[in-house]
């Protein structure tokens, strides 16, 4: 069955880095477009960045130039690589391959 499966997350002050991944099994990741989402305490999850099989990536105005997902098929694994951490990106992120498979989540602290 499909598997995904977030780590990475933690506690980091502002402007600092993280590097979450996403181990993936189950289906051929080769030929998956894959996805990151977070969610912030009271807020709806929103679409953070995303990447097609063709390596092709979008990302929300919020993280442009901050953020780069990326995604190793060698390894089966997705990348969100994430810079200069703000406080608002305080969420739980989870990846997915869309739109029925989900991640667990990763908690991710951005905080002094």
């Known amino acids: 069955q499909v598997q995904l499966a977030e780590s990475g997350g933690g506690l980091v002050q502002p402007g600092g880095s993280l590097r979450l991944s996403c181990a993936a099994s189950g289906f051929d990741f080769r030929f998956a477009a894959m996805a990151w989402y977070r969610q912030a305490p009271g807020k709806e999850r929103e679409l953070v960045a995303q990447?097609?099989?063709?390596?092709?990536?979008n990302y929300v105005d919020s993280v442009k130039g901050r953020f780069t997902i990326s995604r190793d098929n060698a390894k089966n694994t997705l990348y969100l690589q994430m810079n200069n951490l703000k406080p608002e990106d305080t969420a739980v992120y989870s990846c997915?391959?869309?739109?029925?498979?989900w991640g667990q989540g990763t908690q991710v602290t951005v905080s002094s």
């Open positions: 997915t391959m869309p739109p029925a498979y």
């Open positions: 990447i097609s099989r063709f390596y092709t990536t």
